[in-house]
């Protein structure tokens, strides 16, 4: 079976763009959940979905969001990109809410904002 | 804010050693996660802890629920255990707010 698989890989954008990134999860995975990773630092969490619905949300601003479609796949938007948001977005997938089962991490994508 | 503490933030050890790295947090959780993060960002669930202790071939990682600790230890570490080792907990009743992450352990094993 195929584990968490993210696109893209990398993403090069300029300050004040906008930028989707995609993520599916393992099959039979109901719930998604995004994180920003800065270098040198720990992941941070952004966005919890699960049966199509936010069910939970980091303290990230408005710029950022999310959805979960019916096939359980996730985008993650990020609008009036800045410098700062240069990280490596990570996506994660659980049977069930991330409360009770244990994550599977995706590859992650690289964004980085000139 | 609710913090979880890593150490140490680096170490250096001879293959065959045996390594512990240690976990704090603040308040009650539901949940402790230790990760392994190769170069490059791909992120491995070694363990998912509520209680007690858990074993899976060399690692294996313990949790002190009253003192607020977890400790994963590698028992004859080889090189390709060399890695960063992350630390998460999901605080109770915060599974809205996901998982909070330590900063990670940097570890070498060298040959």
């Known amino acids: 079976d195929a584990g968490v698989t993210q696109s893209p890989t990398h993403l090069i954008k300029t300050r004040g763009q906008q930028v989707t990134l995609r993520c599916s999860p393992i099959?039979?995975?109901?719930?998604v959940s995004w994180y920003q990773q800065v270098l040198g630092q720990g992941p941070q969490f952004i966005f919890q979905y699960y049966e199509k619905e936010e069910r939970g949300r980091g303290n990230f601003p408005d710029r950022f969001s999310a959805r979960q479609f019916p096939n359980y796949s996730s985008e993650l938007n990020v609008n009036a990109l800045l410098l700062g948001d240069s990280a490596l977005y990570l996506c994660?997938?659980?049977?069930?809410?991330?409360?009770?089962?244990?994550?599977?991490f995706g590859p992650g994508t690289r964004l980085t904002v000139t | 804010k609710n913090e979880v503490e890593q150490s140490p933030q680096n170490l250096t050890a001879q293959e065959g050693e045996f390594i512990t790295i240690n976990c704090s947090y603040s308040?009650?959780?539901?949940?402790l996660h230790w990760l392994q993060q190769h170069p490059g960002g791909g992120i491995v669930s070694l363990f998912m802890?509520?209680?007690g202790k858990k074993k899976h071939g060399r690692l294996i990682a313990t949790i002190n629920i009253q003192e607020k600790h977890s400790s994963l230890h590698i028992t004859a570490s080889h090189p390709r255990d060399s890695a960063v080792y992350i630390c998460?907990?999901?605080?109770?009743?915060?599974?809205?707010?996901?998982?909070?992450f330590g900063k990670g352990t940097h570890l070498i094993i060298q040959p």
């Open positions: 998460a907990v999901l605080y109770s009743g915060g599974g809205a707010d996901g998982l909070t």
């Open positions: 802890l509520s209680s």
């Open positions: 994660a997938s659980s049977l069930g809410l991330a409360d009770f089962y244990e994550q599977y």
């Open positions: 099959s039979g995975h109901k719930s």
């Open positions: 308040v009650g959780i539901s949940a």
